[in-house]
Nanobody, 118 residues
Framework: QVQLVESGGGLVQAGGSLRLSCAAS????????MGWYRQAPGKQRELVAT???????NYADSVKGRCTISRDNAKNTVSLQMNSLKPEDTAVYYC????????????WGQGTQVTVSS
């Protein structure tokens, strides 16, 4: 079992910045992927960004150039720095942790609300 605790959501004006953080605890496999997904009302959950334990990153096209994902393997934390926020970034953001190989384990955080006002 892996527990994920998120922090850092909130209300911000368009053009502003927020930093989301997520701490993982429990049975941490050394080879894993941590990331952020988001779900807006009435929409499916979608990828925001991921980062492997080796540091490889992947971003959704909608956030490229505006968001930076980083992690601290020693602390089992992942962060998402979001800049130039837009109203369409409003969503519940979920931290995700998964193994990179079999057996496949996937865990989710409880979610943190990000609201961007115009």
């Amino acid at each position: 079992q892996v527990q994920l605790v998120e922090s850092g959501g909130g209300l911000v004006q368009a053009g502003g910045s927020l930093r989301l953080s997520c701490a993982a605890s429990g049975s941490i496999f050394s080879s894993n992927v941590m990331g952020w997904y988001r779900q807006a009302p009435g929409k499916q959950r979608e990828l925001v960004a991921t980062i492997t334990s080796g540091g490889m990153t992947n971003y959704a096209d909608s956030v490229k150039g505006r968001c930076t994902i980083s992690r601290d393997n020693a602390k089992n934390t992942v962060s998402l720095q979001m800049n130039s926020l837009k109203p369409e970034d409003t969503a519940v953001y979920y931290c995700n942790w998964r193994t990179m190989s079999s057996p496949q384990y996937v865990y989710w955080g409880q979610g943190t609300q990000v609201t961007v006002s115009s």
